[in-house]
């Protein structure tokens, strides 16, 4: 059996060679104190690609949204968002559990976004029977799709308009700059704070970068701290996330072509595919986990779901885009 291509997340590449060898060398010091050089080299550097004044470094961007909609919202207060949204998803409810946060969702339409009269009727008026409306979060890639710059902008003028904070979840933001051929502080502008993950395409083992105001920011290391996100010589995981976005963000585009190459092998075979930057969906009549078995057999690895994601990333190369379409050309 040749290497195993791995289509259930971008999140499984494992560091490179070139990665292990900064880490390994990363000048380090106690992160908690502020010691440590290649953390603030991180923080700074991603600070001035997105354009906001601050970054702060978090293991995962689950803490990092929660710290976020902490700094945010005080207890009782609400967020704007969409049902679809990971942070109301797939983080373990920790806005209502850890921040006392309430969450009002909003449906995401077919292009991912939320309709911007809904979010307007959603905000509420100062009445005490009322949860006090403070933050809207949009997501950016969702589900792979990508918001455009128009909508964003009025989004954020609503939010703005309503004295809103508005919240970026952009685990995925670089592969939708790639994916609109545009820089990350044109598509972040107008945001107060936004979270982006080094661990998903950009090929990072571990991290998330929260960038915001230097206020905000000060908020979300007390918040961080609370959580339990204080990391000591986190340099060795800073490095991997300065090595990812100085080698990995300008081959995003690879991952695009790999998805859309897939989701026409798949087409081809009759199987309907959506594609939206490195995420095909493939709608499924069978039973999904007979279909993971077989593709299994043959070194592909997806999970059983009847909507299947496949993901492409780092460590899936053209080779192994068609060896899944043969695959899936092979189940009976
Ligand atoms: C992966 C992801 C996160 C954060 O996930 P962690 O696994 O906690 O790092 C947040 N939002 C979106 C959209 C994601 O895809």
Same mark, same amino acid.
């Given at each position: 059996m040749s290497t195993i291509v791995d289509l259930r997340s971008d999140t499984v590449t494992r560091p490179p060679a070139g990665?292990?060898?900064v880490m390994? @060398?990363?000048e380090v010091g106690d992160d908690v104190f502020g010691d440590d050089p290649t953390v603030n080299r991180l923080q700074s550097q991603a600070a001035?690609?997105?354009?906001? @004044?601050a970054g702060l470094f978090f293991p995962s961007g689950t803490q990092s949204n929660l710290a976020a909609l902490m700094a945010h919202c005080g207890r009782g207060? @609400?967020?704007?968002?969409?049902?679809e949204a990971h942070t109301y998803v797939h983080e373990a409810g920790g806005a209502a559990v850890l921040g006392s946060i309430h969450m009002h969702t909003l449906a995401n339409r077919a292009d991912g976004t939320l309709d911007l009269d809904e979010v307007a009727a959603a905000i509420k008026p100062d009445d005490p029977h009322l949860a006090r409306t403070r933050l809207l979060t949009l997501e950016n890639t969702i589900g792979g799709r990508v918001l455009s710059r128009t909508y964003l902008e009025q989004a954020v003028g609503l939010a703005r308009q309503h004295g809103l904070a508005a919240h970026l979840d952009g685990a995925r933001i670089f592969n939708a700059a790639a994916a609109l051929r545009t820089d990350v502080k044109t598509l972040c502008a107008g945001f107060d704070s936004v979270s982006v993950c080094l661990s998903k395409g950009l090929g990072a083992p571990v991290g998330t970068l929260l960038l915001g105001s230097a206020g905000f920011i000060a908020s979300a290391v007390r918040i961080r701290k609370m959580l339990g996100g204080g990391m000591r010589q986190v340099g060795v995981l800073a490095a991997a996330g300065l090595y990812a976005l100085e080698h990995n963000v300008g081959r995003l585009h690879l991952d695009?072509?790999?998805a859309a190459r897939l989701a026409e092998g798949l087409?081809?075979?009759g199987l309907p595919a959506e594609c939206h930057t490195n995420m095909v969906f493939v709608r499924l009549t069978g039973d999904p986990q007979a279909l993971a078995a077989h593709l299994g057999r043959h070194g592909i690895?997806?999970?059983?779901e009847r909507r299947m994601r496949l993901v492409t990333h780092l460590d899936v190369d053209a080779a192994g885009v068609e060896r899944a379409v043969a695959a899936f050309g092979t189940y009976r």
């Amino acid at each position: 059996m040749s290497t195993i291509v791995d289509l259930r997340s971008d999140t499984v590449t494992r560091p490179p060679a070139g990665m292990r060898r900064v880490m390994a @060398e990363a000048e380090v010091g106690d992160d908690v104190f502020g010691d440590d050089p290649t953390v603030n080299r991180l923080q700074s550097q991603a600070a001035d690609l997105f354009g906001l @004044e601050a970054g702060l470094f978090f293991p995962s961007g689950t803490q990092s949204n929660l710290a976020a909609l902490m700094a945010h919202c005080g207890r009782g207060d @609400e967020v704007l968002l969409g049902q679809e949204a990971h942070t109301y998803v797939h983080e373990a409810g920790g806005a209502a559990v850890l921040g006392s946060i309430h969450m009002h969702t909003l449906a995401n339409r077919a292009d991912g976004t939320l309709d911007l009269d809904e979010v307007a009727a959603a905000i509420k008026p100062d009445d005490p029977h009322l949860a006090r409306t403070r933050l809207l979060t949009l997501e950016n890639t969702i589900g792979g799709r990508v918001l455009s710059r128009t909508y964003l902008e009025q989004a954020v003028g609503l939010a703005r308009q309503h004295g809103l904070a508005a919240h970026l979840d952009g685990a995925r933001i670089f592969n939708a700059a790639a994916a609109l051929r545009t820089d990350v502080k044109t598509l972040c502008a107008g945001f107060d704070s936004v979270s982006v993950c080094l661990s998903k395409g950009l090929g990072a083992p571990v991290g998330t970068l929260l960038l915001g105001s230097a206020g905000f920011i000060a908020s979300a290391v007390r918040i961080r701290k609370m959580l339990g996100g204080g990391m000591r010589q986190v340099g060795v995981l800073a490095a991997a996330g300065l090595y990812a976005l100085e080698h990995n963000v300008g081959r995003l585009h690879l991952d695009h072509a790999s998805a859309a190459r897939l989701a026409e092998g798949l087409s081809a075979l009759g199987l309907p595919a959506e594609c939206h930057t490195n995420m095909v969906f493939v709608r499924l009549t069978g039973d999904p986990q007979a279909l993971a078995a077989h593709l299994g057999r043959h070194g592909i690895l997806v999970l059983p779901e009847r909507r299947m994601r496949l993901v492409t990333h780092l460590d899936v190369d053209a080779a192994g885009v068609e060896r899944a379409v043969a695959a899936f050309g092979t189940y009976r």
